[in-house]
């Protein structure tokens, strides 16, 4: 009975297409004249190529989880079978690679962006990637690189700081604005408020060891000008 040529076309197990490519490898070893049959099945192909596209696009970009990939993918209307394929040839060919992801995504975050590792794990989470991935790809920190990164955050915000607080209303601004620096790269509170308070201090001596600018000795007096 004929097929609809309309009809949804079942896909080749992954199993059978290694199978179809033994025995083509052994007629041609064997001499055993022209190979018949397709290795690739072109319409196949032709469908799956709007597919293809989107995730070299999307991969192009900015490299992604598996997980980041297939929800991208489903948002744009593929089809959960073209997904599945196309994810599987980019794992296949090294596109797709989470340990890699997870690895660079750390690394840079951690250093440019000044996050915590407890923020970088949650991002992780967030993208899919798998809980012992993770932890593998944090292993290449330490708490002394978090502490470091800390101390740089609450330094640099404290150093803003141009005057110094007249009443602990006052104080406690600053406080905040320094913690929440801190806080937004994934710290927790008290790590947060021990390094402001700390940086906070450290500024407000600072200030006080600087003497205040004097007026130019040489500049005309004001009121004589009058």
């Known amino acids: 009975m004929p097929t609809d040529p309309a009809s949804p076309r079942a896909k080749p197990s992954r199993a059978a297409k290694v199978e179809q490519l033994r025995k083509h490898l052994a007629q041609w070893e064997a001499g055993g004249g022209p190979i018949t049959g397709q290795l690739v099945d072109k319409q196949r192909e032709r469908e799956l190529a709007p597919a293809i596209a989107k995730a070299q696009r999307l991969i192009n970009h900015r490299a992604r989880s598996e997980h980041e990939?297939?929800?991208?993918?489903?948002?744009?209307?593929?089809?959960?079978?073209?997904?599945e394929e196309v994810v599987q040839r980019c794992l296949d060919n090294g596109m797709l690679n989470d340990e890699d992801f997870a690895e660079q995504?750390?690394?840079?975050?951690?250093?440019?962006?000044?996050?915590?590792?407890?923020?970088?794990?949650?991002?992780?989470?967030?993208?899919?990637?798998?809980?012992?991935?993770?932890d593998r790809?944090?292993?290449?920190?330490?708490?002394?690189?978090?502490?470091?990164?800390?101390?740089?955050?609450?330094?640099?915000?404290?150093?803003?700081?141009?005057?110094?607080?007249?009443n602990r209303a006052a104080y406690q601004a600053a406080l905040r604005r320094i913690v929440g620096v801190a806080?937004?790269?994934?710290f927790s509170s008290a790590e947060s408020i021990a390094a402001g308070k700390a940086a906070l201090e450290g500024r407000i001596a600072e200030l006080r060891?600087?003497?205040?600018?004097?007026?130019?000795?040489?500049a005309p007096d004001r009121a004589n000008r009058r």
């Open 105 to 134: 995504w750390v690394h840079q975050r951690h250093k440019h962006l000044g996050k915590s590792s407890h923020l970088l794990r949650r991002e992780l989470q967030d993208k899919g990637v798998d809980a012992s991935i993770i």
């Open 209 to 218: 060891s600087t003497p205040p600018c004097s007026e130019d000795p040489g």
């Open 137 to 166: 790809a944090l292993a290449q920190l330490d708490a002394q690189q978090d502490r470091d990164i800390l101390r740089a955050l609450v330094e640099k915000k404290a150093g803003q700081l141009r005057t110094i607080p007249h």
């Open 183 to 186: 806080a937004r790269r994934g």
């Open 69 to 83: 990939l297939r929800e991208r993918m489903a948002a744009d209307g593929f089809e959960a079978a073209e997904i």
